[in-house]
């Protein structure tokens, strides 16, 4: 298994945030996130590598190194989107449910993560096929195509979401820890 809510400087982590009593984001709300996650990353000095903003959650890898930063910038992503969102539909209260943070420690677990974050998008329904998911707004699917090649990326992807379609959980997560 991962190594969760476990911190250290220059590694990747997979962060995984659930709205509250499963409250469904809306497009404008996911460009909240998504201009959130541009300018906090670019203010804390973070390197995003993969996101994905769903109906109900948000997938993120990203690396900083300062570790300290890691999670001040979980903290501040959530509370500002929260803010932001709960003004523009005129709530109050949490939009978040508690985060799940991993620490990525093996080559093995971030292909694994990332192309689990990547094709997200498809695992959810929100998209029907990689040419849709190529222009999905709020997933970066078409600049990892862009820098390794769209056949590469989606090979990877098509290969992690039919381990979770078998639902053999064990096949994902090995080799995270290693």
């Known amino acids: 298994m991962p190594l969760k809510y476990f911190f250290i400087e220059n590694y990747w982590y997979f962060i995984t945030y659930h709205t509250d009593y499963d409250i469904k984001l ?100 929100l998209v029907s096929s990689f040419d849709e998911l190529f222009e999905y707004p709020y997933s970066d699917f078409k600049k990892a195509c862009l820098l390794n090649g769209r056949e590469f990326v989606e090979n990877k992807v098509l290969a992690v979401l039919k381990i979770k379609e078998a639902d053999d959980e064990k096949n994902f997560y090995k080799g995270f820890a290693d």
Not at 108 to 116: E, G, H, R, V
Request: charged share 20%; hydrophobic share 45%; no cysteine.
């Open 26 to 125: 809306s497009s404008q709300d996911k460009q909240i996130i998504l201009n959130k996650l541009i300018s906090l990353s670019a203010e804390m000095d973070i390197v995003i590598l993969n996101y994905a903003i769903l109906n109900n959650h948000f997938h993120l890898i990203f690396r900083t190194s300062e570790k300290k930063n890691e999670k001040m910038f979980i903290q501040k992503l959530a509370g500002s989107t929260a803010r932001a969102i709960n003004s523009e539909n005129g709530l109050t209260g949490n939009l978040w449910k508690k985060y799940f943070a991993w620490l990525i420690a093996s080559e093995k677990a971030f292909n694994n993560i990332s192309a689990y974050v990547l094709g997200n998008p498809i695992r959810h329904g």
